[in-house]
């Protein structure tokens, strides 16, 4: 069965950084487009950050250009969100997303909490 594992959140200070990492297995992998997206508290789910299926290209909401990376591991089976200069506004529950052929799998999410 297809399974999408988070990992890497936690509580981390303003400016501080984290890497989520989103550990796939029950597909193929390296056809799918990956996504991260949040959920803060009483707020609707958003897109953060797009990669294609090879990695070439990638998009970013733009709260987070030029602060958050997503990469991804085809080898490994696993994509990679680097957020740096954490605001506290950043506060949310992360989901790694998948979209393999029109069907779309989701993690169960995990937590990032920005707080001095």
């Known amino acids: 069965q297809v399974q999408l594992v988070e990992s890497g959140g936690g509580l981390v200070q303003p400016g501080g950084s984290l890497r989520l990492s989103c550990a796939a297995s029950?597909?193929?992998?390296?056809?799918?487009?990956m996504n991260w997206y949040r959920q803060a508290a009483g707020k609707e789910r958003e897109l953060v950050a797009h990669?294609?299926?090879?990695?070439?290209?990638?998009n970013y909401v733009d709260s987070v250009k030029g602060r958050f990376t997503i990469s991804r591991d085809n080898a490994k089976n696993t994509v990679y969100l680097q957020m740096n200069s954490l605001k506290p506004e950043d506060t949310a529950v992360y989901y790694c997303?998948?979209?393999?052929?029109?069907?779309?799998?989701w993690g169960k999410g995990t937590l990032v909490t920005v707080s001095s």
């Open positions: 997303n998948a979209v393999w052929y029109g069907m779309t799998y």
């Open positions: 029950g597909f193929t992998f390296r056809s799918a487009s």
């Open positions: 990669i294609t299926s090879n990695g070439g290209s990638t």
